[in-house]
């Protein structure tokens, strides 16, 4: 009679252990679909490679992009720039020639903004531009405003960030080539 009651004890334990676990396992479930949207269970090879292409530095960085083209700036040689094509079939190496190049260069970046392609820097502060068939890069301004980063946005305007000179702080303004001229935002709506 021992022996029965003890196997029936024995079955009874695994069957509650057994329905513990998957009574647990289906709250837990139930927790990350509809209780938790923070938590999130990603399958294995969601992204899948099509096409790729070694770059050889890790130095390279987007500049710009034309019709089938993406253009890479490089921050160690930042007058050397790729331009490979949307079906990463064909790579072009570009060399940037600037008419002037005396200035202590800290921090240069390439954009492209087809038919246009611009060499920034705001520590020295300049700025070079040129046109994508020859890759000749002419100064179109030097000294004021210093900027820590600027974009084009159409042929000669940029928006750039700056650091105000009383607080620090960031401070977003745009800038005009044709016409030098700056206009400085401090806060959202506030000109100064």
Not at 48 to 56: A, G, M, P, T, V
Not at 59 to 86: K, Q
Not at 117 to 134: K, Q
Request: charged share 20%; proline share 6%.
């Amino acid at each position: 009679m021992k022996l029965k009651s003890f196997t029936f004890l024995i079955v009874l334990t695994s069957l509650l252990a057994t329905g513990l676990v998957w009574i647990l396992y289906v709250s837990s479930e139930r927790i990350m679909q509809k209780e938790n949207p923070f938590i999130r269970s990603f399958p294995p090879h969601i992204v899948e490679y099509e096409k790729q292409i070694d770059l050889k530095y890790n130095s390279y960085y987007f500049a710009g992009t034309d019709e089938g083209t993406v253009y890479l700036g490089n921050n160690t040689a930042p007058l050397h720039a790729l331009a490979i094509d949307t079906s990463f079939n064909h790579k072009i190496e570009i060399k940037i020639l600037p008419e002037k190049s005396d200035f202590k260069f800290r921090a240069v970046q390439l954009r492209v903004l087809p038919p246009d392609f611009y060499l920034l820097d705001g520590s020295v502060p300049c700025i070079y531009s040129g046109e994508i068939y020859d890759w000749k890069a002419r100064l179109k301004l030097e000294g004021f405003p210093y900027f820590t980063s600027a974009e084009p946005i159409g042929s000669n305007s940029f928006v750039f960030r700056s650091n105000s000179i009383e607080s620090g702080e960031n401070i977003l303004g745009t800038l005009k080539l044709d016409n030098p001229s700056v206009n400085l935002q401090q806060k959202f709506g506030q000109n100064i």
